[in-house]
């Protein structure tokens, strides 16, 4: 057994193929329906807020999908990312089993996000698209999309959840620095903001809100501007396969193969990238990773929400996706996890949770600062505190094969750094966190404003 400690790809090693879990889905997707006449989605309804050719690739069964060279020009400023064995946490929890990460934090913008966001603005720049438009949470995805509208010459316009505009003013610098230009959501910019402030002028803003505003002002642009989402969606999370990908080569470079397979969900981008390709090897070469998605328990759409047609946002201009959620209404605790507090979940990942295909569980907050904590001090990173979520379970997962006295490969996907974040760290460690849970009550209130949509469970 080697003692190395990362594990690298040369740039040639950088995937030419997105992996598309379309292609070997076995569950049949639910259609995508229109939110005024809940019919399905034709082409050109999409065609107002995406350009085609990432329309056809959300509709793709094609198994593989070319990635354009220039997308894989952008890439190589960071990929392929590291593989690290987190060998002194495995040494600080005392523990037999193998602990492994994907580094997804050393992309510029600190996170998986601009796998997607390349490419989006990649494909957007080849349709004549001039500028962009989207909402961020934490703004680990609006810094990702300044940066790719950047190197693609389009301007981008982002609303930012106010909370995080008020909590994490690095955030804004960074996207304004590549060029975006931020606004704290809700706005006066559109009309359905100024529905919102007119009824709650201190409204602190909800990821929903802010898609509900980015999606308003692209679908009234003339066509001059498209919108792009940083989750959820088939082809945002095919970009992202290029983690799972290159964590194929790398594990087999250790000469192990992982028995669990660890990612935070927020809207399961960063892992579904991870977790997809190693779900195409459970399905068609006979492997049994455990493949384990992370939620907070504040925002617990899969382990607490119901899997039911719903509306992609709050002002129900988006689509109606069949997905698990806690409501479009919903507005999350401020917790510290800001990119994970979507009300829904990626539909693919709500199929293959509702098919036993991928476990999913929750975490609270406390625990996660605890579990990012320990992993700063033994490896040195410091965690966003999505990720924070990831490393609870793998540090659990550790300590359950150490009581078992099992040798267990534990990959997880470090999703982004924590550097920005350092306000979270700094209530955490002067004891104003708090955990939140998000009562039986309140989804089931929720529930009574899903959709009634008449299609076969
Ligand atoms: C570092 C990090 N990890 C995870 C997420 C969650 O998003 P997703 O589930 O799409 O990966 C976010 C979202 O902003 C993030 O910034």
Redesign the pocket.
């Known amino acids: 057994m080697t003692e190395q400690t990362r594990f690298q790809l040369s740039e040639s090693d950088l995937p030419k193929f997105w992996y598309n879990v379309m292609a070997d889905s076995p569950v049949t997707p639910a259609p995508v329906l229109r939110p005024d006449t809940l019919e399905p989605v034709t082409p050109d309804f999409l065609s107002v807020l995406f350009p085609m050719e990432l329309i056809l690739q959300e509709v793709s069964t094609e198994r593989y999908i070319q990635i354009p060279d220039e997308v894989r020009e952008i890439y190589k400023l960071y990929r392929p990312t590291p593989l690290v064995r987190a060998r002194r946490l495995e040494q600080a929890l005392g523990t037999p089993a193998h602990i492994y990460f994907k580094n ?2 050393v992309s510029p913008a ?4 601009p796998n997607t966001a390349i490419a989006q603005a990649y494909y957007n720049k080849a349709a004549g698209t001039k500028a962009l438009t989207t909402e ?3 703004g ?2 609006g810094s990702a999309l300044s940066l790719a509208c950047n190197f693609f010459g389009l301007d981008v316009e982002i609303y930012m959840v106010r909370v995080s505009y008020d909590q994490k003013p690095y955030r804004r610098i960074m996207m304004e620095t590549y060029g975006g230009k931020v606004y704290a959501s809700p706005t006066d910019r559109t009309q359905y903001g100024r529905s919102v402030l007119a009824q709650d002028p201190d409204c602190p803003g909800s990821l929903g809100i802010a898609i509900s505003e980015a999606v308003e002002v692209a679908a009234t642009s003339g066509g001059a501007k498209k919108y792009s989402l ?3 969606l088939n082809h ?1 999370l095919m970009h ?1 396969t290029v983690i799972g990908e290159e964590a194929l080569k790398q594990m087999d470079m250790a000469g192990e193969y992982p028995d669990v397979v660890i ?11 991870l977790a997809y390709p190693f779900l195409r090897q459970n399905l068609k070469e006979g492997q049994r990773a455990r493949l384990i998605a992370v939620e907070p328990t504040a925002t617990p759409s899969i382990t607490k929400g119901a899997y039911a047609f719903d509306y992609g946002d709050t002002a129900k201009m988006a689509p109606i996706v069949k997905m698990y959620t806690l409501g479009h209404s919903f507005v999350p605790p401020a917790i510290h ?4 507090r ?1 009300h829904g979940m ?1 539909p693919s990942l709500s199929a293959f949770c509702n098919a036993g295909l991928i476990e999913a569980v929750s975490v609270p907050q406390l625990s996660t600062f605890e579990a990012a904590i320990q992993f700063a001090r033994a490896e040195g990173i410091i965690p ?1 505190p ?2 924070a979520h990831a490393i609870r379970v793998a540090i659990d997962e550790a300590l359950d094969a150490k009581q078992k006295g099992e040798k267990r490969v534990i990959l997880f996907n470090f ?3 924590g550097l920005l974040d350092l306000s979270a760290y700094q209530a955490y460690l002067s004891g104003k966190l708090e955990d939140y849970a998000y009562s039986d009550e309140v989804v089931r209130a929720a529930m009574r404003e899903l959709p009634q949509v008449d299609m076969p469970a």
């Open positions: 997804e934090s600190g996170s998986h996000k961020t949470g934490a680990q995805w940083g989750s959820v945002v992202q990612g935070c969900v927020g809207g399961g981008s960063n892992y579904a990238g996890a800001g990119g994970l979507y990626a966003a999505e990720t999703s982004g750094h």
